[in-house]
């Protein structure tokens, strides 16, 4: 006998109806739901796809990168660092005594000699008080003549009383009394007192006689002061004054330098002071002419390290100086260093910060493997590493290197 058909329980769900259950009593998803379910398997199924593709390509598929076979020798670097153009022999020219200028003989650029004449203070007084004193020199000079005189009238007073004294005193005592004898030999003391007394005026005479002329030069000197003189051979870098300014003691006039004394000035760190030597090369560009390089030589290392900056002073010596040159003027310096033979030496442009550490990337077994490195000396676009890597090593430009990226070398 035939059962009779039951038709399957129906649960009406949202949108539709959602679930419905066999004769066995399973439930089977319907509508809505099963279509999110086949969704989600789908969409699973693309993110294992993607995530597969994504390894392969990041970590199968090699990138051709640039590379740098480490090697080591003897190579020369440039110890770069600013430089001011400065001079070892400069003056700057004041006036000694205070007065008005009355003219002023040089202009800036100016060549000067030692002796010549810069500018010239107005000296009248000075002039004044120098005549006096040369009056004061001849009335000295005079009195001396007087005193000289009054010494050799007491002088010859002194023999005659001395030759009465020694004719009494021979004749016998019943010829000349006691008292004459006496009156002489007072006579005598008398006249050396008057000859000794006329000896110290006349030395006293010449002691003025100096101190007049002591005067007389002092003033002679302050009007020859008033005449400002070039200390040395040199050019005139500025000058601060004009014709009726007043001077005062200490006041600049003008500023002059010996430009055989010129020097670049630059400062470097103190960790390359063991590599610099005097009478090494170096190269000096100028910021007014970055293209003309003009050669110069290291002349002296400073011998203090600024607290601060724990930076020192090198001087070096050009070959010769640009057409126009200024104190001040602003410079490149690269100074030529020697490294030891068995130096590593690397372009800049492959190193690298992680962590505020310097690093390169190197090439390991086909990956890009991130190592630490010392660094030492840096000379423009090279970079000296003491420890981290050795010849041999393949060092790969680090734009856009990651951990263990398999990589090529390229071309």
Do not use: C
Not at 4 to 29: I, M, N, Q
Not at 73 to 89: H, M, R
Not at 193 to 219: F, H, L, P
């Amino acid at each position: 006998m035939n059962q009779a058909f039951k038709a399957p329980t129906r649960y009406p769900g949202e949108g539709g109806v959602d679930s419905w259950v066999d004769d066995d009593g399973d439930r089977h998803l319907v509508g809505a739901r099963r279509r999110r379910f086949h969704k989600s398997k789908i969409a699973i199924a693309i993110l294992l796809v993607s995530s597969m593709a994504g390894f392969v390509y990041l970590f199968l598929i090699p990138s051709r990168v640039a590379q740098h076979t480490v090697t080591s020798g003897s190579v020369q670097i440039g110890i770069v660092g600013p430089g001011i153009l400065d001079a070892t022999n400069k003056v700057t020219i004041t006036s000694r005594i205070p007065g008005f200028l009355n003219s002023l003989k040089v202009e800036r650029n100016d060549v000067v000699t030692i002796g010549q004449t810069l500018a010239e203070l107005d000296a009248k007084d000075i002039r004044s008080q120098l005549e006096g004193a040369l009056a004061d020199v001849d009335a000295a000079k005079n009195a001396v003549v007087e005193a000289v005189g009054n010494r050799d009238k007491a002088k010859a007073a002194l023999e005659k009383a001395s030759r009465d004294h020694v004719r009494r005193r021979a004749l016998s005592s019943g010829v000349v009394s006691q008292a004459e004898l006496e009156t002489s030999e007072i006579a005598v003391r008398q006249a050396t007192a008057d000859y000794e007394r006329s000896v110290a005026i006349g030395e006293k005479s010449r002691a003025q006689v100096r101190v007049a002329a002591a005067a007389a030069n002092v003033m002679q000197h302050k009007l020859d002061e008033a005449q400002i003189r070039s200390p040395l051979n040199g050019v005139v870098v500025s000058r601060d004054r004009s014709v009726g300014d007043l001077l005062t003691v200490g006041v600049q006039l003008a500023q002059l330098v010996d430009p055989e004394s010129i020097v670049i000035s630059t400062r470097l760190d103190e960790s390359v002071m063991a590599m610099i030597e005097p009478g090494q090369s170096a190269k000096v560009n100028f910021t007014s002419d970055p293209l003309q390089a003009i050669d110069a030589k290291v002349m002296r290392v400073g011998r203090s390290v600024d607290p601060e900056t724990r930076e020192f002073i090198v001087d070096l010596s050009p070959e010769r100086l640009p057409r126009n040159w200024a104190l001040g003027q602003r410079a490149h310096v690269s100074i030529q260093v020697p490294l030891p033979p068995d130096s590593i030496v690397l372009p800049l442009s492959l190193v690298s910060r992680r962590d505020g550490r310097p690093g390169v990337w190197r090439l390991l077994v086909g990956r890009a493997v991130w190592s630490s490195i010392e660094t030492g000396a840096i000379s423009g676009t090279y970079i000296q590493v003491l420890q981290g890597v050795k010849p041999g090593d393949v060092i790969l430009d680090p734009k856009g290197r990651y951990t263990l990226e398999a990589v090529s070398a390229a071309e």
